[in-house]
C-alpha cells in the first residue's frame, strides 16, 4: 500500500532525496534546501499532523481573533483609512482612524467561519460588528467545525477549501494590500491577543529597550468593554459600587482608538452579579427574620 503525501505540498525538515544538494549536510545554511521529502499525511487524512494541529489551533483561536479585530475596528469610535491620508483645514475632531486592512481581514475571516457553519448545519447570520456578538458567532462556527474536523480532513474537497480560507498564506501586493485574508493571515498580523496595557503586565527588554506587554488570552471568556461590563452589571453605577467595594476588578486595560479603555472578564461580570445577588436575598431573609421572630423555619409557635 503506498503511503498516502499530504496533498498541501507539506515537506520534512532535515530530510533530503539523494540528489539534493543539502543531503547529508549536518548543518544546512539558510537559503538552501531545509527538507524536501514529502510529509506523509495523517490516517484517513489528505493532510499531515502538521497541517491537521495547524487548523485545529486556528479554530480554535479564532473566536477570540474575530472579537480582537472588531474591539479595534469599532464602528462607533472609527473611521476607514487606507494608505493614502487626505487632510482637511476643519478643526473638528473626527473618528479615530482604523486601517482599511482591519476591516478586510474582520470581513474574510468571518465570512469564512460563516461559510464553514453553514456548511455543517450552523449558519450565524449577517457578520456581526459588535465584538462580543462576533465572537459569540464565532465560536459556535469555529465548535461546529472542530466536531467534524476529522471528516474535513478526509475529504479532498474540503481540503482545497480547508486551505484557502483557513491555512494558506496570500502575500500582499506591491501596494501592500492583500486580495484576501485567510485565518492564518489574519492570526499572524493582528494575533488572537488582546494586549494589557497596565504596569503590572508591561515590562521592557533589556537588549532593544522596548516596551512589551503580556497577552491576555480570551477563549471562552470574553473580555468586555467597560459599556458592555455596565449593561451586563445592569448599570454604570452598579459597576462603579462593586470596583470601589473591591468586589470586582479591572482585568486590565486597552488603548481603542485613542482611547485607554478597562477590560473585565465576562465570567467575573456575571460572577459577581450572582454573588451581590445572593448577599441581598440573605439580608432581606435576616431583616424578615428580624422583624418576626415568633416564626421559625417556616412554621409559627
Excluded at 486551505?163 to 486580495?179: F, I, Q, T
Excluded at 478597562?262 to 450572582?274: D, F, H, M, N, P
Aim: charged share 30%.
Amino acid at each position: 500500500m503506498t503511503e498516502r503525501e499530504c496533498v498541501r505540498g507539506c515537506k520534512v525538515r532535515g530530510v533530503h532525496f539523494s540528489e539534493c544538494p543539502s543531503f547529508g549536510k549536518d548543518i544546512v545554511p539558510p537559503g538552501e534546501c531545509q527538507g524536501c521529502a514529502p510529509a506523509a499525511a495523517r490516517l484517513r487524512a489528505y493532510v499531515c499532523e502538521r497541517c491537521y494541529s495547524r487548523s485545529r489551533s486556528l479554530f480554535v483561536n479564532a473566536p477570540d481573533l474575530v472579537g480582537r479585530l472588531r474591539s479595534l475596528a469599532d464602528p462607533m469610535k472609527a473611521a476607514v483609512y487606507d494608505r493614502i491620508r487626505v487632510s482637511t483645514s476643519s478643526g473638528e475632531a473626527g473618528a479615530a482612524p482604523v486601517p482599511a486592512e482591519l476591516l478586510d481581514a474582520a470581513r474574510d475571516v468571518q465570512g469564512t467561519l460563516a461559510a464553514w457553519a453553514a456548511y455543517f448545519g450552523e449558519p450565524t447570520g449577517r457578520a456581526k460588528t459588535d465584538a462580543v456578538a462576533a465572537f459569540e458567532d464565532a465560536h459556535r462556527a469555529s465548535l461546529a467545525v472542530l466536531a467534524e474536523l476529522d471528516r474535513v480532513v478526509n475529504d479532498r474537497e474540503l481540503v482545497d477549501h480547508l486551505s484557502a480560507g483557513v491555512l494558506d498564506r496570500n502575500a500582499p501586493d506591491e501596494d501592500g494590500v492583500r486580495g484576501f485574508w485567510t485565518i492564518a493571515d489574519a492570526m499572524a498580523k493582528f494575533g488572537p491577543e488582546r494586549h494589557d496595557r497596565t504596569t503590572r503586565e508591561e515590562w521592557v527588554d533589556d537588549v532593544t529597550e522596548e516596551l512589551h506587554a503580556e497577552g491576555m488570552p480570551e477563549w471562552g471568556d470574553p473580555l468586555l468593554g467597560r459599556d458592555d461590563a455596565e449593561t451586563l452589571a445592569g448599570s454604570s453605577r452598579t459597576l462603579r459600587r462593586w470596583e470601589k467595594a473591591g468586589e470586582i476588578a479591572p482585568a486590565g486595560r486597552i488603548v481603542i482608538a485613542g482611547i485607554l479603555t478597562k477590560l473585565y472578564r465576562r465570567s467575573e461580570v456575571i460572577a459577581t452579579g450572582e454573588r451581590m445577588g445572593e448577599r441581598q436575598r440573605a439580608r432581606l431573609a435576616q431583616y424578615r427574620d428580624d422583624e418576626d421572630p415568633g416564626q421559625t423555619n417556616g412554621s409559627t409557635a
